[in-house]
């Protein structure tokens, strides 16, 4: 996924990229609804396991099919990201610095372009409060269903229905929004939804499966929509190298940071669903300061036209 929006990325100017992207997003969003409204179906017919096998397996091969025709597409049209990298390495760089491990290139991009580290950090706060509150998403299910197969079908629905938000908001809401309203401010807007949120899910102290999945729900849209297109956007001014290293870094780094340090905190520690909810509404807070920081490094979009904002 982070070498495709690299790929794109690299394809699509500045305005065409303001434009396309909510859409990108919202055909992925269809299939994922799709596949997810069909999962309680080929569950109960070919069981969980062969279910796994079969849609993973169509589906990696999909993508791979679709990707290798990308990129002969713009073999014909003389332009190749990959073809780019490697001119841009070998000019910049040398043979040392390629075997780099990951966190050194991590440490010398972030020194050369202090916006994406900002967007590192957003990212470890963001994925560390979506995975606080799966966990209580998964918690309050457990409690209020206890059979496989019913939390299987009701989680396909679950995501379904994300999926279908989310699709309705990239290919509608969106594009529309942003005529509006700066990207920047919705960087600085949005997550005071998600304080919100988790503020009324700590206050309840009862186990509510619509509200943990309120929650959860919101937090995907958001990550799925409005999110996912403002932090490609902060992409776009760069060049190619900075823009290919950085989505590897943030991708590989950020997005797995965030999820593995919370998963570790919570394998060795005994949180309820309480303490959970408490840990959730702190995290997100976290979330709103970094986007605030964020939001200035993001482009401003003003009758059509991207403008890097000062702070670059």
Same mark, same amino acid.
């Given at each position: 996924?982070?070498?495709?929006?690299?790929?794109?990325?690299?394809? *699509?100017?500045? +305005?065409?990229?303001? /434009?396309?992207?909510?859409?990108?997003?919202?055909?992925?969003?269809? /299939?994922?609804?799709?596949?997810?409204?069909?999962?309680?179906?080929?569950?109960?017919?070919?069981?969980?396991?062969?279910?796994?096998?079969?849609?993973?397996?169509?589906?990696?091969?999909?993508? &791979?099919?679709?990707?290798?025709?990308?990129?002969?597409?713009?073999?014909?049209?003389?332009?190749?990201?990959? =073809?780019?990298?490697?001119?841009?390495?070998?000019?910049?760089?040398?043979?040392?610095?390629?075997?780099?491990?990951?966190?050194?290139?991590?440490?010398?991009?972030?020194? =050369?372009?202090?916006?994406?580290? *900002?967007?590192?950090?957003?990212?470890?706060?963001?994925?560390?409060?979506?995975?606080?509150?799966?966990?209580?998403?998964?918690?309050?299910?457990?409690?209020?269903?206890?059979? +496989?197969?019913? !939390?299987?079908?009701?989680?396909?629905?679950?995501?379904?229905?994300?999926?279908?938000?989310?699709?309705?908001?990239?290919?509608?809401?969106?594009?529309?929004?942003?005529?509006?309203?700066?990207?920047?401010?919705?960087?600085?807007?949005?997550?005071?939804?998600?304080?919100?949120?988790?503020?009324?899910?700590?206050?309840? !102290?009862?186990?509510?499966?619509?509200?943990?999945?309120?929650?959860?729900?919101?937090?995907?849209?958001?990550?799925?929509?409005? =999110?996912?297109?403002?932090?490609?956007?902060?992409?776009?001014?760069?060049?190619?190298?900075? !823009?290919?290293?950085?989505?590897?870094?943030?991708?590989?780094?950020?997005?797995?940071?965030?999820?593995?340090?919370?998963? *570790?905190?919570?394998?060795?520690?005994?949180?309820? &669903?309480?303490? &959970? /909810?408490?840990?959730?509404?702190?995290?997100?807070?976290?979330?709103?300061?970094?986007?605030?920081?964020?939001?200035?490094?993001?482009?401003?979009?003003? !009758?059509?036209?991207?403008?890097?904002?000062?702070?670059?």
């Amino acid at each position: 996924s982070t070498q495709h929006w690299s790929f794109v990325g690299s394809v *699509l100017t500045p +305005d065409q990229g303001a /434009t396309w992207f909510a859409c990108l997003s919202g055909v992925t969003s269809l /299939t994922a609804s799709i596949a997810g409204s069909s999962v309680s179906t080929a569950v109960s017919r070919l069981g969980l396991s062969r279910t796994l096998a079969i849609f993973t397996s169509f589906f990696l091969l999909l993508s &791979l099919f679709f990707a290798e025709y990308s990129y002969s597409i713009s073999e014909k049209y003389s332009f190749c990201p990959s =073809r780019g990298k490697e001119s841009t390495k070998s000019k910049d760089l040398d043979v040392k610095d390629q075997h780099a491990s990951l966190f050194k290139k991590a440490t010398d991009l972030f020194y =050369r372009v202090p916006n994406l580290k *900002l967007l590192f950090y957003e990212v470890i706060s963001f994925q560390s409060m979506t995975m606080i509150l799966n966990m209580c998403f998964v918690k309050t299910l457990k409690s209020a269903k206890s059979n +496989d197969l019913d !939390r299987a079908g009701w989680t396909g629905k679950f995501y379904a229905l994300v999926n279908v938000i989310s699709a309705f908001l990239q290919f509608v809401a969106v594009p529309l929004i942003m005529k509006f309203i700066e990207p920047g401010t919705l960087c600085r807007v949005i997550p005071v939804i998600m304080v919100a949120l988790t503020s009324f899910q700590c206050m309840n !102290r009862e186990s509510n499966l619509s509200l943990a999945s309120a929650s959860f729900l919101v937090a995907k849209v958001i990550d799925y929509s409005f =999110r996912g297109v403002i932090n490609e956007l902060i992409y776009i001014p760069l060049d190619f190298e900075s !823009r290919f290293l950085g989505k590897e870094v943030i991708g590989m780094l950020g997005n797995r940071m965030g999820k593995a340090s919370i998963s *570790l905190v919570l394998a060795f520690s005994s949180f309820n &669903l309480v303490s &959970l /909810t408490r840990l959730a509404a702190a995290s997100s807070f976290s979330w709103l300061a970094l986007s605030n920081r964020l939001s200035h490094a993001v482009p401003k979009i003003v !009758r059509g036209v991207t403008k890097k904002s000062k702070d670059t």
